[in-house]
């Protein structure tokens, strides 16, 4: 794939916080054709360059959304030449920088995969996942929306607990490594 593997070193680093979720998410949206993608918490891009390369090896687009304005933290964290490097991939981002908790909709005509890694409390993440239900055109079967963090934060832990409950989803969780949880929007 057109410049997926030319990655910087720290983004080989074992010790990310979501180093086998992203990986997980990325095959996911390849196994599901996932076009139009979300991140909620972007940080310094780990999910951003494999989820935007998905994006563009589906023909789609990635929003990545974060509190603070993540290109300048990009371009701090990663140096000069990545930032180029990044831009010149052209891969097809969107970054909304602005608090999840204030979202009314979403700059993006539907969401088929989403990757909830944002704020982390219950308050948070219940608005988050109410906010990637409702895009512009309806959701349909082939929608997922994965959260990390169900295990080791208690706000995430109490959201999952309510979706798992949530007919409008079928939920799969994995333990590892904080977890991870999977919900299928019916
Ligand atoms: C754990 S990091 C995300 C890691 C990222 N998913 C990755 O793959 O490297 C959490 C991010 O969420 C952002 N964040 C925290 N609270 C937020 C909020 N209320 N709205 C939007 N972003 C938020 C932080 O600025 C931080 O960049």
Not at 2 to 9: A, C, L, R, S, V
Not at 35 to 61: M, P, T
Not at 88 to 111: A, H, M, Q, Y
Request: charged fraction near 25%; proline fraction near 5%.
């Amino acid at each position: 794939m057109d410049g997926f593997n030319k990655q910087p070193p720290w983004l080989w680093e074992p010790n990310t916080t979501c180093w086998w979720q992203v990986p997980f998410i990325y095959m996911l949206g390849l196994a599901i054709g996932a076009r139009f993608i979300v991140e909620i918490g972007v940080d310094q891009g780990y999910g951003a360059w494999h989820l935007a390369h998905l994006a563009k090896s589906n023909r789609g687009l990635y929003l990545g959304v974060d509190i603070v304005p993540v290109q300048k933290k990009i371009f701090e964290s990663c140096g000069v030449e990545f930032a180029r490097y990044f831009d010149s991939c052209r891969l097809p981002v969107k970054f909304l920088n602005e608090d999840s908790k204030t979202l009314t909709g979403l700059p993006i005509e539907r969401v088929d995969l989403a990757f909830v890694d944002g704020e982390h409390t219950k308050e948070a993440v219940l608005h988050e996942v109410n906010v990637l239900l409702y895009p512009k055109a309806q959701v349909n079967g082939t929608t997922y929306i994965c959260l990390h963090d169900i295990v080791d934060f208690p706000g995430v832990k109490e959201a999952w607990e309510i979706f798992k409950e949530d007919d409008r989803f079928q939920a799969l969780e994995f333990y590892p490594n904080s977890g991870l949880g999977v919900l299928r929007v019916k």
